[in-house]
């Protein structure tokens, strides 16, 4: 194997280095700066001991006060810090999934968005019973919307998506009290359990964290996944790249950046437009490049083979080459630096969400009527700014990496049926992957997710781990952040192959895949969900029983706490990188990894040392694979 043909982590910071030194030159201040200027960080805070919730307080929790002024413990205050971080993350890509759903709802016949996936939109509406026949794609889609709409508010009843699960998660979940009603409801529960004076009971906490997360993952994430699908097309593999090497000089560069693909559905569409083409080569550049950045790079980049310009830690940096003439945002994981920061550039920051209003930006609100004009002005705007560039200030990175991406659910087992023609029944299904994994050609599986963190160094965890798994025979799928480092790192093309042990290896030249596979952005964690689920049930094994566990180990956000809830609650163990901030209370830590395991069969691991983390998760693997007797 030729160690060349990839992207190391110190190559990485290399670049990252580079760029940080043009950032002094304009004068303009990065994360990194922040972060010294935040150190050392509240102890408090950090232990989750701090509460703020009534104007009693803040009170924080020492061996000298082990009780707020209402007399809330350690245990009390970390669990409702917790349950509310829980809370935010369910909101955040709930709220998306609602969105999402309003789009479907605002379908066309000719209108700016229409039905990509009518098959997949008729599978879910019988799903849901919704009359087929005889009637239009479109009034099917809006009745499908609607009854998505209704899952937010409904006052009686169960997550519909709930009974895609195996009996034994389900009956599991109605007898543990965590079957998430109306997502709004668990939401609001939430935050009513946490308000002054009501639950100081940490058990109690943590059960409404798994059933809002549940409300999350099987239901708001499952339903933005879904309906995404439905308007934009079902991800099917294609080749792309990645790093920030993607940024072409002679090009006029858009980035997009956020979560929500209604929005750069649109740009990318635009810059396909011929007429503007020919504009942006009136004014001097070779063409519009539009590349992504975070989920939102991975939605257009499984759908339309879009480059990645790079994850959560490079937002600034992509800026400071000089040579991004428009960064357009929706919602989610946007810095507000980004505000400022362009500002030392000619480059344009374009917010388009009333939920994301950021300062220093030019506001463009995007609505399903006008979005198609909307996005020809954006890129219109882009052009405008190529001419506008500093040459002195262009840095251009060099190295990029190439990537197959696009893999859904229905991307696998199409995959799958292609080297299994003669066994026509076990077509469709995931019978030769199963196969594989019992027969220890593959040890396992391993979801490795989320996002960057600068507590520890960017990318360098996420792409530890995953070489090592891959070496240990265990294949990798990955979402999120997770991806655009493993899409850096070059171990989503084939010829990541050459890194994996012999079982792995094989498996990737027999289907043709590299060992690292991408699903998509964070509310595709649901894929993985229903991956998992729908292998139990073809095995006829349990969720926890399966040789297969979750990852984050560069986490940060409430969106990240919320999906390890609901992988938690699938029978999944998350192995964490960074601590959750509950450890100022021992019932805490207790509770989220080993009491939710005696519910529901997973729990968390927690190291910050990736080496021992990984090791952690191939010894949990083979614990499981003995327990199955493979
Ligand atoms: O939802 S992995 S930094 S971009 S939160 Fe954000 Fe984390 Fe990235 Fe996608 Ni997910
Ligand atoms: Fe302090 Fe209790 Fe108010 Fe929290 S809820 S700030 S512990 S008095």
Redesign the pocket.
Known sequence: MDVRNFTSVEQMEEEAKNLKERAAAAGAETWEDRKKAQTPQCKFGEDGIC????S????RITPKAPR???G?DAHA?AGRNYLRMVAGGTAAHSDHGREICHTLHATRPDGHYQIKDPAKLLRLANEWGVKTEGRDIYDIAHEVAEIGLMEYGKPFGTQRFLTRATEERQKLWHELGIAPRAIDREIATAMHMTH?GNTADAEALVRQALRTGMADGWGGSMMGTEMTDILFGTPQPRETEGDLGVLDKDMVNIIVHGHDPAMSEMIVLASEDKDLIEYARSKGAKGINVCGLCCTANEVTMRHGVKMAGNFLQQENAILTGMVEMIAVDVQCIFPSIGPLSECFHTKFITTSPIARIPNSEYVEFHPETAREKGRELVRAAIDNFERRDPAKIYEPKKKQGARVGYSCEAIIKELDGVTNSYVDVRGTYKPLIDCIKAGVLRGAVAIVGCNNPKVRPDYSHIEIMKELIKNDIIVVTTGCSAQAAAKAGLMKPEAKELCGAGLKRVCELVGIPPVLHMGSCVDISRIMLLVNDVCKQWGIRCDQLPAVGCAPEWMSEKAVAIANYVVSTGIDVYLGIEPQVKGSAQMMELITEGTRKLTGGGFIINTDPHVLVQKMIDGIEKKRAALGI
Not at 51 to 54: A, D, H, N, S, T
Not at 56 to 59: E, L, S, V, Y
């Open positions: 509460c703020r919730i009534c009693m307080g803040p009170c707020g002024i209402c809330a205050i002054m």
